[in-house]
């Protein structure tokens, strides 16, 4: 798929305020500092689109960008990030509720995981909460360019064993690295797929 244009287009922290144009959404969830921001800028050929920082916690809202004016593209914020205080915490795992419990128009959640961790607990549980709640969703590693392919693909092997225990079919999986540009075609077509269906 060609991206002819990406516009941001609104910020917020309630899903009511979202756009009702009912255009289908694919939304990026994880920890904080995963990725998300930047695999966006990625896939969108634009560097400043979604805001990037080194310090996690960055993206604090709900951000729509309107993609081909056919599709949007959700910068949520990242969960699990400990320095946040307890009500900054609560109140971010609220809008990540809220969005991915109530948002009819999300087609898809992209769920990031860093390939350079062993699987964490915090997002495995994450995962199966968005399948007892019927929640489609696929899986994206980031930052594959940080390993060798060798531990690469063997900490994506260790992550998908983790999931087999939950699931009895796989989600769909890309792995990806924004600084490389890597997964970037496999995900444009998966969308380019849904989209067209
Ligand atoms: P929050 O909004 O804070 O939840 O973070 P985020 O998930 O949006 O992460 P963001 O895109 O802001 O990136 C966090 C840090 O990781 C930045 O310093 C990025 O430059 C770096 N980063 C993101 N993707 C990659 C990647 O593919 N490769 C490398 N080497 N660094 C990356
Ligand atoms: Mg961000």
């Given at each position: 798929?060609?991206?002819?244009?990406?516009?941001?287009?609104?910020?917020?922290?309630?899903?009511?305020?979202?756009?009702?144009?009912?255009?289908p959404e694919y939304?990026?969830?994880?920890?904080?500092?995963?990725?998300?921001?930047?695999?966006?800028?990625?896939?969108?050929?634009?560097?400043?689109?979604?805001?990037?920082?080194?310090?996690?916690?960055?993206?604090?809202?709900?951000?729509?960008?309107?993609?081909?004016?056919?599709?949007y593209?959700v910068?949520?914020?990242?969960?699990?990030?400990?320095?946040?205080?307890?009500?900054?915490?609560?109140?971010?795992?609220?809008?990540?509720?809220?969005?991915?419990?109530?948002?009819?128009a999300m087609?898809?959640?992209?769920?990031?995981?860093?390939?350079?961790?062993?699987?964490?607990?915090?997002?495995?549980?994450?995962?199966?909460?968005?399948?007892?709640?019927?929640?489609?969703?696929?899986?994206?590693?980031?930052?594959?360019?940080?390993?060798?392919?060798?531990?690469?693909?063997?900490?994506?092997?260790?992550?998908?064993?983790?999931?087999?225990?939950?699931?009895?079919?796989?989600?769909?999986?890309?792995?990806?690295?924004?600084?490389?540009?890597?997964?970037?075609?496999?995900?444009?077509?998966?969308?380019?797929?849904?989209?067209?269906?």
């Amino acid at each position: 798929m060609h991206i002819n244009s990406a516009n941001f287009v609104i910020s917020n922290t309630e899903v009511k305020k979202c756009p009702t144009d009912g255009l289908p959404e694919y939304a990026f969830i994880g920890r904080s500092n995963v990725g998300k921001s930047s695999l966006i800028n990625m896939l969108t050929n634009r560097k400043g689109l979604a805001m990037t920082s080194a310090k996690p916690g960055k993206t604090m809202l709900i951000n729509h960008f309107l993609i081909n004016e056919e599709w949007y593209i959700v910068d949520l914020p990242g969960y699990g990030y400990a320095k946040r205080n307890q009500k900054g915490q609560q109140q971010i795992k609220t809008i990540i509720e809220d969005y991915i419990l109530e948002r009819t128009a999300m087609t898809n959640l992209f769920v990031l995981i860093d390939c350079r961790l062993s699987p964490q607990q915090i997002d495995l549980e994450f995962i199966e909460w968005l399948g007892e709640n019927n929640i489609p969703f696929s899986i994206v590693f980031t930052k594959g360019d940080k390993l060798t392919k060798n531990k690469l693909d063997s900490n994506v092997e260790a992550f998908l064993n983790e999931l087999k225990k939950q699931w009895e079919e796989l989600p769909p999986y890309f792995i990806t690295s924004s600084e490389k540009r890597m997964g970037r075609d496999e995900m444009l077509n998966y969308i380019e797929q849904i989209n067209e269906t």
